[in-house]
């Protein structure tokens, strides 16, 4: 029997084998057959779902493949903005070499008290600089190490977004990788009705990564959208 192939798009330009869609039944599948995770963070993440704001944790598959992209760069340096609870720092930290160092930027110290307390469990505290205060002030004091990131992560709020995006290039050396997480926003950047202004942010830095001749770029559909981004110059 032939795969039920969704249906094409009525604008050719649009391919035909696009990405599958995944519904709650493939989801599950996806997670069955390619998630592997550690007991320690499915332990932060039961924590974290008693939370109101529990939706804003990366969710296991991003979280895995947030791992997989340090361990196949290898990078001594990275730089982490927006914590919430750790989940995508623990997967970074426990992930990155032995001599690597990792600064984490979260302006909310109950999250960053979580985050902390699995961080040293997992042995790993020692390798990461924590900072309890806004992101922009704190990368603006790191100007002066501009050039030198090996890897960064953008997952904080959207306001600010843009500024992050620039600073972050800024920062991140020649062939180094950026990621930016929730670029596809709960699917509202597609949709006209959505006009309200984090929407409206997420569609200005999806056009400005896309208009940017410096960097290399990807969005992938994982999670709420991941946008991966290698800055060639």
């Not at 750790?86 to 909310?108: H, N, R």
């Not at 006009?195 to 559909?221: A, F, M, W």
Request: overall charge negative; proline content about 5%; some cysteine.
């Amino acid at each position: 029997m032939l795969p039920n192939f969704p249906k094409p798009l009525p604008d050719h330009d649009n391919p035909t084998n696009r990405t599958v869609k995944v519904d709650d039944r493939l989801y599950q599948y996806l997670v069955d057959v390619s998630v592997r995770e550690s007991d320690i963070l499915k332990a932060l993440r039961r924590e974290t779902a008693q939370y109101h704001m529990a939706r804003m944790q990366l969710s296991p598959e991003v979280g895995q493949l947030l791992s997989l992209l340090v361990k196949l760069q290898a990078p001594k340096k990275l730089l982490e903005i927006g914590v919430f609870t750790g989940y995508s720092t623990l997967s970074m930290a426990m992930a990155m070499p032995a001599d690597a160092t990792l600064v984490a930027i979260e302006k909310k110290q109950m999250w960053l008290d979580i985050a902390t307390r699995y961080l040293e469990q997992a042995g790993v505290l020692e390798r990461v600089t924590t900072h309890c205060e806004k992101a922009l002030p704190v990368l603006e004091s790191l100007l002066d190490e501009a050039g030198t990131f090996d890897f960064i992560f953008i997952d904080a709020d959207k306001k600010n977004l843009l500024a992050y995006y620039h600073l972050a290039k800024q920062l991140l050396r020649p062939g180094g990788c950026l990621l930016i997480d929730n670029t596809l926003w709960w699917g509202n950047v597609a949709d006209d009705a959505f006009d309200d202004k984090d929407t409206c942010v997420v569609r200005e830095l999806n056009k400005t990564i896309y208009q940017d001749k410096d960097v290399e770029l990807s969005l992938i559909p994982i999670g709420d959208g991941l946008t991966l981004v290698r800055k060639n110059t």
